[in-house]
């Protein structure tokens, strides 16, 4: 190995330490913050939200070391990967260390510790997120995407932790048995630790991108098409969405009052447009296969869906595309569910959307 290689790796390696010390010390953040919570401990509290500062100025130091070791080896493939990734994870380590500091914001706003069964949920949430960090963490010192894969695949029951958090807050609420103040301070640290399971992901998929060049592929969308009796429009608009954008999302429909068939001239147009025809009879939303908090989007054909589908999950969007015209000849209806559709598939995904 010559003179020149030899730098570069040792530059290399000194970078991947002083992002690794960083991640450690924002590790250990979140630590404090989780006993300032169950504990009040107010001084280490101050103590947390001071050492916030040191946090960002170990930051700084990791860009300003990334922008130097640009100028100096002027890297390409894999080495030019590996520092934009680091600037990058900089970014994400920087993020969490607020959140920490947040957290411990906001736990001194709490005259005591949360009750039971929020504690408890909190304690769970709070080590799946530093449980994540410490996997990304761990993936990206051994340059791993495979260990990174893993982490990613950990992180799955998110979703049902928020849900479950949320819905005791809720529960608290209508108790009123807090002062609102504090439900407020509680549903802050509830979004700052969903937010560093999120942190913890990116640095996954940029530990991903250091070690194989792989880029995070588009989201597909989770889209449900609702009318009331799943008959005719919502059944010709997933299938619409499968022909046209087959790769853009995950497609469903069904209705809050479903009929017994399908309405008579939807199979023979089906078929003779070549349309990609899931449905076999109409269905109702307790038949779906998910359930409506895992929808990105909820499509009405049939105006405002509410009262049929009842409360819609925080984050499912939900579009209303009926113009009075879901009893109109298939061609006409079609035409205007493709131009609607194409408008949205656009919206998410780009002009490029598959």
């Known amino acids: ?43 280490l509290a101050s103590r947390t939200i001071l050492g916030d500062n040191r946090i960002n100025r170990d930051i ?4 300003a070391r990334c ?25 994400e380590l920087e993020r969490i260390g607020d959140y920490a500091a947040t957290i411990c914001r906001e736990a001194l706003q709490l005259e005591q510790p949360p009750p039971q069964p929020l504690l408890s949920d909190f304690e769970v949430m709070s080590a799946h997120g530093r449980n994540l960090l410490h996997g990304a963490l761990e993936a990206f010192s051994a340059g791993s995407a495979d260990l990174a894969r893993g982490t990613l695949g950990s992180a799955k029951p998110q979703r049902a932790m928020v849900r479950k958090l949320f819905a005791d807050l809720v529960r608290e609420g209508e108790r009123r048995s807090r002062p609102l103040k504090e439900l407020f301070a509680l549903l802050i ?3 700052r630790l969903e937010r560093v399971a999120d942190q913890a992901k990116n640095i996954c ?13 588009p ?8 009318d009331r009796k799943n008959d005719r429009a919502s059944q010709l608009a997933e299938a619409l969405a499968r022909k046209y954008y087959p790769k853009s999302g995950i497609y469903l429909s069904a209705g809050w009052e479903p009929a017994d068939r399908l309405a008579p001239d939807l199979p023979e147009f089906v078929e003779r447009s070549g349309l990609d025809f899931a449905g076999t009879r109409p269905k109702s939303v ?28 925080f984050r499912t969007v939900v579009l209303e595309w009926d113009k009075g015209g879901s009893q109109a000849p298939l061609d ?8 609607e559709l194409r408008n949205l598939i656009e919206l998410l995904r780009g002009e490029h959307a598959e």
Request: glycine content about 6%.
């Open 1 to 43: 190995m010559s003179h020149y290689e030899e730098r570069l790796e040792r530059d290399l390696a000194d970078l991947k330490d002083q992002v690794l010390a960083v991640g450690a010390e924002v590790e250990e953040a979140l630590r404090c913050a989780e006993r300032v919570v169950i504990h009040g401990d107010r001084a």
């Open 60 to 63: 700084r130091e990791v860009d």
């Open 67 to 91: 922008h130097s070791f640009v100028a100096r080896h002027l890297p390409s493939a894999g080495h030019l990967r590996f520092v934009s990734s680091v600037l990058r994870i900089d970014l």
């Open 189 to 191: 640290v509830l979004h």
């Open 205 to 217: 998929e940029e530990t991903i991108f250091a070690a194989t060049g792989e880029t995070k592929p």
């Open 219 to 226: 989201k597909a969308y989770r889209i449900l098409f609702v």
């Open 286 to 313: 307790a038949q779906l296969p998910i359930e409506l908090v895992e929808l990105d989007l909820i499509v009405s054909l049939d105006g405002d869906p509410r009262p049929g589908l009842g409360e819609i999950p």
């Open 332 to 339: 006409e209806l079609a035409r205007h569910i493709a131009a």
